[in-house]
């Protein structure tokens, strides 16, 4: 039996959820980060719990072929990245056998799942930057399930003008009482940024706007002021302090402004595959339903497509970005939101779609979909249902009760050995939005049974 502290050598036989090693030793389990299948290492225990160990690697005693030298000196101490220790085709191996075996072990679901769509870019492909600030102005990233700072002046998943960044906000923390600052957000959009200064209380960041102006030509620049002891990053007062506070942008022939607080994909060039994936399985002629829509980007895009389209959004001020964007757009006759619970509003739009072929697209938040979602995409009748997933996990889950090899009984999910669906699943795709993360975009595309 293993023992907390003791140190052990193992073979790594395959990979948890998390892209930890699995080694087992005498009818123990353990899950050991920062390994490769198929190498011989030695790991120290530092948690047990029954048969089941978490490790920490001590030594790669064999090395697989895969495995590759990272670049960032603090991986494996920040928690921002996973895989560096693996090279790229063994990275998205892995994430096309991650959502393999989320499908069977999760939802019961046996599918060939297609090779991982690759990023042009493995390192410095991140739009977007959020960078806290310690109490005394250290910069750097949080520690894995922690919020210690792990210091550095620089991130490899970064684009180049990152480094700048934090040149500019640690000259300007060491002119600042310390505990003030809390983090500096940071937006790109082709080649334009948008600075979000988050304090505790109202300062001079002038200062600062001056730093940026010296790296930075085009950008906005706002102060957010969160007083509160939460992790929440952003509070609720703002102010503008240079430019508008905001850039209008195109993607994918659709104009939408842009501030700190819009949803954007980080990785620009795996955002324009993955719509057009889904553009791609959009017909012209059919009446598209966007679940989950947001600030309706995605459902313009299949409004212009395919010349109507219904996005269905909780939010009331995302619904309300909604509007705006399709009269910015010219589509008020073909783009209809809907400010409600999607599973109280499918069937009405349904209604006003009889007749007609109809397309599901759905994009849920990383915990998936409501129950009460799911069966009512599965009554629907859809014509063709396309899931846009970022966690394996819970789209094997709402995929397995979609196909019917889950259900339900006393409030809990088993596998279902006959199972009964109006829907076959056509593709399973995983995208590499984020390379060098264990995480993945996923689309699985439905059509109803003949």
């Known amino acids: 039996m293993l023992v907390k502290n003791g140190e052990y050598e193992g073979l790594v036989e ?17 899950f050991v980060p920062f390994c490769i299948k198929g190498e011989k290492v030695r790991f120290k225990a530092l948690k047990v719990k029954g048969n089941i160990v978490y490790g920490k690697l001590i030594k790669v005693l064999t090395p697989s072929y895969a495995r590759g030298k990272p670049v960032c000196p603090v991986f494996g101490k920040c928690g921002g990245c996973d895989l560096q220790h693996m090279d790229y085709a063994s990275q998205l191996k892995f994430k096309k056998d991650g959502v393999a075996n989320a499908l069977n072990k999760i939802g019961g679901i046996y599918a060939a799942v297609n090779d991982t769509i690759p990023c042009e870019k493995q390192y410095g492909y991140r739009n977007k930057l959020v960078l806290p600030i310690g109490e005394n102005g250290e910069l750097g990233f949080f520690a894995r399930h922690s919020h210690r700072i792990v210091a550095t002046d ?17 000259e300007f923390a060491k002119t600042v009482k310390s505990g003030v600052l809390r983090h500096i957000v940071v937006r790109e959009i082709k080649g334009r940024f948008i600075f979000a200064l988050v304090v505790k209380r109202v300062i001079n960041a002038q200062p600062l706007i001056t730093l940026f102006e010296r790296d930075f030509k085009d950008f906005t620049f706002l102060l957010n002021i969160n007083p509160s002891d939460t992790n ?10 240079h430019g508008d506070g905001f ?6 022939g659709v104009r939408y402004k842009a501030g700190a607080m819009t949803f954007l994909q980080v990785n620009d060039d795996m955002r324009d595959k993955l719509y057009s994936a889904v553009l791609g399985e959009a017909e012209a002629g059919a009446a598209a339903i966007d679940l989950y829509s947001g600030g309706g980007m995605l459902t313009a895009m299949l409004a ?15 619904s309300r970005c909604a509007d705006e964007l399709k009269t910015a757009n010219g589509l008020d006759k073909k783009m209809f939101n809907i400010c409600g ?8 739009v349904f209604s006003k779609t009889e007749g007609r072929r109809r397309i599901i697209v759905c994009d849920p938040p990383r915990k998936g979909m409501e129950r009460g979602v799911v069966n009512a995409i599965a009554r629907s009748g859809a014509d063709k249902i396309i899931l846009v997933s970022c966690n394996p996990a819970t789209l094997a ?15 809990a999910l088993v596998k279902c050995e006959n199972p009964q669906s109006s829907y076959i699943l056509k593709s399973v795709t ?17 059509t109803r049974r003949r």
């Open 247 to 252: 850039f209008e942008a195109e993607e994918h």
């Open 397 to 411: 889950r709402d995929l397995g009760l979609l196909l019917g090899t889950l259900t339900e009984e006393d409030g």
């Open 304 to 318: 212009k497509k395919c010349g109507e389209a219904y996005g269905i959004e909780i939010v009331e001020e995302a």
């Open 14 to 30: 395959g990979y948890g959820t998390d892209g930890e090693g699995i080694i087992k030793i005498d009818g123990t389990t353990a």
């Open 341 to 348: 619970a999607v599973e109280d509003n499918i069937a009405k």
């Open 430 to 446: 995983p995208f590499d939005m984020f390379p060098q993360s264990k995480w993945c975009e996923t689309v699985a595309v439905l």
């Open 154 to 170: 620089s991130c490899a998943i970064q684009s180049d003008w990152a480094y700048k960044v934090f040149k500019a906000v640690k």
């Open 232 to 241: 929440v990053i952003f509070g609720k007062e703002w102010r503008i302090l």
